[in-house]
């Protein structure tokens, strides 16, 4: 029998469920990216929210691209669990606080009215860093940025919500880029401009882009997955997501309107959210990019596996503790953050595996690993982890060993074929590279790289 609400009475006991009417509860966010991160999330969050005593807070869901999500929440009335797993046991929630499913195409004009409704009070966003359309500079790609990117449906949502004399919405980006909000900013701005420079003033007034830290590791389910967890709910949920204990999330207090009281949940707001998310992504995000190009070299699929490599779990450490912590804020006790990120990912309860975090490196590795490359080097330092994590993720690219899941895949194969071995190092991050930017290779660097690669 299928999770819904017909269906919650058959529901096993123990799960916990939402302490609030949903029926009562009108859409006060939309969010672009409904995947498993975002249900794993924020929308828990929201849930906590409105059990406290917040209404009219409820999610409206949209997938840019594939069906595949709407198909497994909308005949589930967008009720689904969360499976907090652990080696010590896991506790599982059923979650409410998701009302519509939603997919992009064909669905146009229920997009542009859920930005428009008065209701609707801030739009979120988990759609990757690729989902920003950047160039490797990090302007704004204007051959990605079509009408059917973010930017294309906020602008003829926003346009219709100033013609209606509504008030600005709060653009929430929960991915992980520094300084996020900004980032999103700015490239809005970049899109109107060209496209709306009215619409891009009245942004510019009356919108707000607060920047975000998120945390929680969420793998990708399973069939397997899912069997569990119906035989422990009693119902088939295709919704589900299974998860770790650890949440974090800490938000800039920048709204342009009201705002949910996350931090029911555990949310932080917060002046300044820079200190976390410069250290979740050069620790957490720059280990566990690390590992997704270290682990398979060694014929390791999932994280818990590599980190209980020694000569794995020596790199890991090295890049966290002796090149990521420095460039942190002296006042982040780094050392215990590492202690944490470690048993976190031993955790063989939470299989998470590597081919899922080895997605679009191309996106990732320049403020994960880059960032501290070059804040080494201009302290007169170099950082053997990660030039020898950066090899492997080269040896990656070249695309002989397994399927390249990467935006930029094409391009960089074609300068593997270019350029070869020899100069490849030269092509991607030399003074004029591909990654050309704060860092670039020096010749001793370009050696220790080539050394680590996989002749």
Request: with cysteine.
């Amino acid at each position: 029998m299928r999770l819904s609400s017909a269906t919650l009475g058959s529901l096993a006991p123990g799960v916990a469920r939402p302490g609030y009417d949903r029926d009562a509860q009108a859409v006060g966010i939309l969010h672009f990216g409904l995947g498993a991160f975002h249900r794993a999330h924020q929308a828990v969050y929201t849930d906590a929210a409105m059990a406290a005593g917040d209404c009219d807070w409820a999610i409206a869901g949209l997938s840019l691209r594939s069906a595949a999500v709407r198909d497994r929440l909308a005949p589930q009335d967008g009720l689904y669990t969360v499976t907090a797993r652990s080696r010590d046991g896991e506790e599982v929630r059923l979650i409410g606080s998701v009302r519509q499913a939603l997919v992009a195409s064909g669905t146009s004009d229920k997009i542009a009215a859920l930005l428009a409704a008065p209701a609707t009070r801030i739009v979120s966003f988990t759609v990757t860093e690729k989902g920003y359309c950047r160039s490797p500079d990090g302007s704004l790609d204007l051959a990605g940025a079509t009408p059917e990117s973010i930017y294309g449906w906020l602008h003829r949502g926003l346009a219709l919500r100033r013609d209606a004399g509504l008030p600005g919405l709060t653009l929430l980006s929960c991915d992980n880029l520094p300084d996020n909000g900004r980032v999103l900013e700015r490239l809005m701005a970049e899109y109107l401009d060209r496209a709306d420079p009215a619409l891009a003033r009245w942004v510019a007034a009356e919108c707000a882009f607060p920047s975000t830290m998120v945390d929680r590791i969420v793998p990708a389910i399973t069939l397997a997955d899912l069997d569990q967890v119906e035989q422990r709910i009693a119902l088939r949920d295709e919704g589900a997501v299974i998860t770790e204990p650890f949440s974090q999330w800490a938000i800039e207090d920048r709204f342009a309107g009201a705002r949910p009281r996350w931090d029911e949940g555990g949310a932080e707001f917060v002046a300044d959210v820079r200190l976390y998310e410069i250290a979740k992504l050069r620790m957490l995000n720059g280990a566990h990019s690390a590992l997704a190009y270290l682990g398979p070299r060694c014929g390791h699929r999932f994280v818990h596996e590599a980190i209980a490599d020694p000569a794995i779990r020596a790199t890991i450490e090295r890049l966290m503790r002796d090149e990521a912590a420095p460039t942190l804020d002296p006042a982040f006790d780094a050392q215990a953050y590492a202690d944490a990120l470690l048993a976190r990912f031993a955790n063989s309860a939470l299989p998470h595996r590597l081919q899922q975090i080895a997605m679009d490196g191309s996106q990732k590795i320049p403020q994960r690993w880059l960032a501290v490359l070059a804040w080494h080097q201009r302290h007169g330092r170099r950082c053997p982890a990660i030039l020898e994590a950066l090899a492997a993720w080269i040896d990656h690219i070249r695309g002989d060993t397994a399927p390249v899941d990467d935006p930029l895949a094409d391009r960089l194969a074609v300068l593997w074929r270019e350029v070869g071995e020899g100069g490849i190092v030269a092509a991607l991050f030399g003074s004029d590279g591909l990654f050309a930017g704060d860092w670039q290779a020096s010749d001793a660097d370009r050696r220790v790289i080539e050394a680590h690669l996989t002749p």
